[in-house]
């Protein structure tokens, strides 16, 4: 299994920019998330799903959007990016719901100029 | 809204000590509490858990108590290691008004330096 996988590792947009961010996971998990990480401030919440065609909003969703049309992938998108975007971005995956172990993938680490 | 709060933010110990950091929560319908460990430049990953219905749990060198009337729930390892250096991180389940699915909500972190 190759678990939780994120795609591109790095990348530097230019402010105002669109791009998706990859996450797939091939353990038949259910439950998946979007975090970003910034320094002092932790995991914060950007959107979650708790299973194909159903997402919600975490703690700062603005300026992202998700779908989850399979079970097996979650794509992050930004619509215009802003250098408040700056950070890295860690999916992550369950089975079944947060009650779980949260696997995380390797990250992305975005650059917003 | 949810919130975790997580002290300290960095943590210096000597080898062999041990070391202790705490997290508070703001819902009190959490009850899921998990810890995670991210070493430098990798990703987080679960060291241990507890549920609402207990309030303790240990696995080896590491331990989580919980105290839900307070709120708080705290980690503990004992005889630390160089190999513990990591940045913690503590989290508790919590619920949306809007639609009723749980998440989790992650506190700020805790850099540990483990010093030889």
């Known amino acids: 299994n190759a678990g939780v996988t994120q795609t591109p590792k790095f990348q530097v947009l230019k402010t105002g920019q669109s791009m998706t961010l990859q996450c797939a996971q091939d353990m038949n998990h259910e439950y998946m998330s979007w975090y970003r990480q910034d320094p002092g401030m932790g995991l914060r919440l950007i959107h979650y799903s708790v299973g194909a065609g159903i997402t919600d909003q975490g703690e700062v969703p603005n300026g992202y959007n998700v779908s989850r049309s399979t079970t097996e992938d979650f794509p992050l998108r930004l619509l215009s990016a802003a250098p408040s975007q700056t950070s890295v971005y860690f999916c992550?995956?369950?089975?079944?719901?947060?009650?779980?172990?949260?696997?995380f993938g390797p990250g992305t680490r975005l650059t917003v100029l | 809204g949810e919130n975790v709060e997580q002290h300290p933010s960095t943590l210096s110990v000597q080898e062999g000590d041990s070391a202790v950091i705490k997290c508070t929560y703001s819902?009190?319908?959490?009850?899921?509490f998990p810890w995670y460990k991210q070493e430098l430049g990798k990703r987080p990953q679960l060291i241990i858990d507890i549920r609402s219905n207990v309030g303790e749990k240990k696995d080896q060198r590491i331990a989580v108590t919980l105290n839900k009337t307070a709120k708080h729930f705290s980690l503990h390892i004992t005889e630390t290691q160089p190999e513990d250096s990591a940045v913690y991180f503590c989290?508790?389940?919590?619920?949306?008004?809007?639609?009723?699915?749980?998440?989790?909500?992650f506190g700020a972190g805790t850099r540990l330096a483990v010093h030889p």
């Open positions: 989290a508790a389940s919590a619920t949306m008004f809007s639609g009723g699915y749980n998440k989790l909500i």
């Open positions: 819902d009190s319908a959490s009850n899921y």
């Open positions: 992550a995956s369950s089975k079944g719901t947060v009650y779980n172990e949260q696997f």
